[in-house]
């Protein structure tokens, strides 16, 4: 008898993760190594935040919450998504969760039957795929172009669907790729989805708050796919709380209600403090909100310096980001050239053919020490990710290092 379940046992780890353990591991021997691997903001949870959960203990938060959480943060969630979103959601339809991603695979959990078809446009962010496999789901990925920002179309969306479709999930803005759907590319895949009542969308706007390009476009604007929606969100990435784990969902009763059911079982109520905090996050208004339009100014600066500078990589093929914090570049012509006989990553991996998105990570890891993530780890192998969530002066050295490991490529 196996030892493991094969629904873990047959599961990726997160690339993501993985890479930045061997970039710390390196630090750690001394390295020194410049990590453009994590995604969360370089930033501190705003002092109002802050104060508030200082606040929470001092008042003896401190006891169970009810599972889908306080009444108050429900409250106060359902007064953000009508003031950013224009979206109408009573608390009886919102699940706050222990961060964003249990938010997706609880709702992936409350949907998917073994054999239900998940359409997942690629690039993605890495847990999708995992989430659908432990939902016993199956994935069908639509590949985007870079040439067209990584979006999908209409028509790719609708060649998709088949009797078997059951969720479309994206994010926008995204993770990998930094793009953004507007309203009306929006309206134009909500046309398609009206032919196919029985297809639910999860839209991750997680980054939603660091957006270059203005207002934010929620896919349950559109009347008939308000209740075939789950709008999910959190305060990870637009308040730099990654750490306070705090993730929501805005979805039609049905489906809030499934995901409450389940997350009684699993891990009930998230942190009694960092939901009472989190009221004090969704009473920031983001057109107004320093905190808020200060972490976006530097987010676009440091946006436009890196644009500039990777244009400058050969092999690198680029498109300027209108949201979140990564880029996502095409490097696939570099693929099939040599790194140095005597380099790190020959010694390691006994060959010096870059051959894969991969192999180049592995050989900018070890010989130019930056930490990336490789585009397969998001359903792109032509790609690699850089997050340009840390410094100005150690992203211009990052990207000098990888310049000087590509040339030396033969």
């Not at 989190?278 to 972490?295: Q, R, V």
């Not at 990564?326 to 693929?335: A, D, G, I, T």
Request: charged share 25%; aromatic share 8%; net charge neutral.
């Amino acid at each position: 008898m196996e030892l493991i379940s094969r629904r873990v046992s047959t599961m990726a780890p997160s690339e993501t993760l993985a890479m930045t353990q061997i970039a710390r591991e390196l630090k750690e021997s001394g390295k020194d190594v410049i990590s453009l691997s994590i995604g969360e903001p370089d930033f501190n949870t705003p002092e109002m935040v802050k104060e508030a959960a200082k606040q929470a203990i001092d008042e003896n938060w401190t006891h169970y919450p009810p599972v889908a959480g306080y009444p108050e943060l429900k409250k106060a969630i359902c007064a953000k998504f009508k003031r950013d979103n224009n979206l109408d959601y009573t608390p009886d339809q919102i699940v706050v969760s222990t961060g964003a991603k249990q938010s997706i695979y609880q709702v992936m959990m409350a949907l998917v039957n073994p054999g239900d078809e998940v359409i997942i446009p690629a690039p993605f962010w890495v847990s999708y795929k995992a989430i659908v496999q432990l939902a016993e789901g199956k994935s069908v990925y639509i590949q985007t172009q870079i040439e067209n920002d990584f979006k999908v179309t209409p028509e790719q969306l609708r060649a998709a669907i088949t009797p078997r479709s059951k969720v479309l999930i994206f994010s926008s803005p995204s993770n990998p790729t930094g793009m953004l759907y507007s309203k009306e590319e929006l309206k134009a895949l909500a046309e398609v989805l009206r032919d196919y009542p029985d297809i639910i969308v999860v839209a991750d706007e997680i980054y939603e708050h660091i957006n270059f390009e203005g207002k934010h476009e929620s896919m349950a604007q559109f009347d008939f796919m308000k209740e075939r929606t789950v709008t999910v969100n959190g305060v990870a990435k637009g308040f730099a709380m990654t750490g306070w784990r705090i993730g929501f969902i805005g979805a039609p009763l049905a489906i809030a209600k499934a995901c409450n059911k389940l997350q009684g079982q699993v891990t009930s109520a998230t942190c009694s403090i960092a939901q009472r905090a989190t009221i004090k996050a969704m009473e920031m208004e983001p057109t107004t909100s320093e905190d808020i339009i200060t972490m976006r100014n530097i987010f676009m600066k440091r946006r436009d310096m890196v644009y500039e500078l990777l244009q400058q990589v050969p092999g690198f093929k680029v498109r300027l980001p209108k949201g979140a914090f990564y880029f996502f570049p095409e490097v696939c012509s570099l693929y099939g050239k040599n790194a140095p006989a005597d380099s790190i990553f020959a010694e390691k991996y006994g060959k010096t053919a870059i051959e894969n998105s991969t192999d180049l990570c592995m050989y900018l890891l070890y010989d130019a020490n930056v930490a990336l993530v490789q585009g397969i780890a998001f359903g792109d192998d032509r790609c690699i990710r850089l997050s340009y969530a840390t410094s100005e002066d150690k992203l211009k050295e990052a990207v000098r290092r990888i310049k000087v490991a590509v040339e030396n490529l033969k």
